[in-house]
């Protein structure tokens, strides 16, 4: 089997645009990245050194404006977190969280995410993956953009520790079919329910769900577990 960590990924499932970084979020970005955040490097990083301790990690992927991983973080302080975020207003905006709620249980890395799987996160090292909500390229000829393809899902099972969670969500219904029938055919991963899950309680609803739901659309939960070795 080809090792996940060498397999390249030239198309880019996101696009950076200028958006408008705010005083504030500037000012999060100065003086809270040098302490929370983690400079994306081409080798893996140990999570203990990284958050001065050893504990459960979990790892969410594009986390928008922060909401859902500052909430979670609060609710779960015996937990690590790290979030991944190419937009600048996004991570200023987390950051404003973290130091808000007095959060030392979070790390920021401001990158692709799937490098960042790919080349910092160590294979059996992370006891949850979330990612919620991943922009799903409506368009045909876009949906080679989309992050959750066979390979993708592979990676992010391989960084799990055997019975750790893999948690996607999304309101866009194509995608969601895609995605149920993407991971499903990972045979590293099991699914936690009959199709798509129940909507688990400790997951806070974002911006983008609320945003979904007022649209009328139906949002639908995955959770997946890595299979025991």
């Known amino acids: 089997m080809t090792d996940q960590a060498t397999t390249a990924r030239p198309i880019r499932s996101f696009v950076l645009r200028q958006g408008r970084l705010s005083n504030a979020q500037a000012r999060a970005c100065d003086d809270l990245l040098p302490t929370f955040g983690i400079d994306y490097c081409a080798q893996s990083i140990e999570l203990a050194l990284a958050f001065g301790r050893r504990a459960p990690c979990t790892l969410e992927i594009g986390f928008g404006m922060g909401d859902t991983l500052a909430a979670t973080a609060l609710a779960r302080p015996e937990c690590n977190f790290i979030g991944i975020e190419v937009h600048l207003p996004g991570v200023g905006a987390l950051l404003r969280l973290v130091e808000a709620h007095g959060l030392t249980n979070v790390r920021v890395i401001r990158h692709d995410a799937v490098e960042v799987l790919q080349h910092m996160i160590a294979p059996d090292s992370l006891n949850e993956i979330n ?46 079919a895609q995605m149920l029938e993407v991971v499903s055919a990972e045979p590293t991963l099991a699914n936690t329910a009959d199709g798509f899950a129940p909507r688990p309680d400790a997951r806070p609803q974002t911006r983008f769900e609320r945003r979904g739901l007022a649209l009328g659309h139906v949002v639908h939960d995955l959770v997946f577990r890595r299979r025991a070795q």
């Open 131 to 176: 990612l919620f909500f991943p922009d799903p390229w409506p368009k045909k000829r876009h949906h080679k953009r989309r992050i959750v393809t066979a390979e993708f899902a592979a990676l992010m099972a391989s960084r799990l520790v055997p019975g750790g969670l893999l948690h996607m969500a999304t309101d866009w219904e194509p995608y969601a």
